[in-house]
């Protein structure tokens, strides 16, 4: 049976609701993560949070590649472009929890939902892609509601603003590596790379910041580990399930969820332009992830 004829049956759209329910589920682990990983900033380095984080992370690798073997699962086509990747979103998860213990949760994801917008004017030059005008509209856009959050002129942009800021250039270079590498390697190649090399990294940093934690603490940094573990388990269950344009859509719930986890737990208050500044970004990055769907379905002649 042909991939086309698939997608119309009824099995094909069960897959489909199956792959985002898989997905929302993701975004709301992640976002309890941001929130945990927030409360934990607080009183901790970010450095030294991250490191518990990948600590487990890398673990689980240990034991994937212990099984499959190292050799078949480390094996590359682009290795040192994988170890690159994988040590940056190290860094940038240090960055970005700074980010949510400075600045907050929301106003940052407002600021971060402008990474796959990034992502689409930046995949013409460093990837070849070819992104037309309806897509560079919704770059264009986007970039305006990312001056409304930030709000240039009328108000100083402080470090905690530019933390964010550099925090999701950061991501965004992370996921332009990660459409490199999917040419080449599989997506539980890349996954295994991201652990090893990023606990690698947080354990030559992350223990210079060591500091003693309350009970409550390791509670919390425990929960924060098993939910990483279930959320990146969730995350490919998706992308198992149904096509990466059909549920990608679904990521920006992260923002939603961690945003009213801002507001409803450390009291955060949100500007009326960072929720309108929000709200313009989130709706540029939906229209381009539908016209990448459409041009992805002409491709195929569906």
């Known amino acids: 049976m042909t991939e086309t004829a698939v997608a119309a049956t009824p099995s094909g759209e069960t897959n489909t609701l199956r792959g985002v329910a898989f997905m929302v589920a993701a975004a709301i682990i992640f976002a309890a993560q941001d929130g945990l990983s927030k409360a934990l900033a607080e009183q901790h380095s970010a450095l030294f949070v991250t490191m518990w984080r990948y600590w487990a992370f ?10 499959k ?23 940038e998860i240090c960055v970005a929890i700074t980010a949510f213990a400075l600045l907050g949760l929301a106003p940052t994801h407002a600021i971060f939902a402008f990474m796959p917008l990034l992502v689409v004017a930046l995949s013409g030059p460093v990837l070849g892609e070819q992104v037309g005008w309806r897509r560079w509209t919704a770059v264009g856009i986007g970039m305006i509601g990312m001056m409304l959050i930030i709000r240039p002129g009328s108000r100083a942009v402080t470090p905690e603003l530019g933390i964010a800021i550099v925090g999701m250039v950061m991501f965004a270079a992370y ?43 390791v509670v919390m ?4 580990c098993m939910t990483g573990m279930g959320g990146h388990y969730l995350l490919i269950k998706a992308f198992e399930a149904a ?3 059909a549920i990608q859509p679904f ?16 009291g955060e208050v949100v500007s009326p332009w960072t ?7 989130v709706s540029a990055g939906l229209f381009a992830f539908w016209r990448e769907r459409v041009r992805a379905k002409a491709a195929r002649g569906l």
């Open 243 to 245: 096509e990466a344009s």
């Open 275 to 281: 929720i309108l500044g929000g709200a313009i970004v």
């Open 251 to 266: 990521t920006y719930l992260q923002t939603v969820f961690a945003s009213a986890i801002g507001v409803a737990i450390f």
């Open 175 to 217: 996921q332009l590596m990660t459409r490199r590498v999917a040419r080449t390697d599989a997506a539980m190649t890349s996954f295994c790379y991201t652990g090893l090399f990023g606990a690698l990294t947080m354990t030559l940093i992350g223990p210079w910041f060591w500091s003693w934690m309350t009970p409550w603490e």
């Open 221 to 224: 940094l425990i929960i924060l």
């Open 69 to 91: 073997g190292f050799r078949a699962g480390l094996a590359s086509g682009q290795p040192r472009l994988q170890i690159v990747r994988g040590v940056l979103l190290a860094l």
């Open 58 to 67: 890398g673990a689980v690798c240990l034991v994937m590649l212990w099984r």
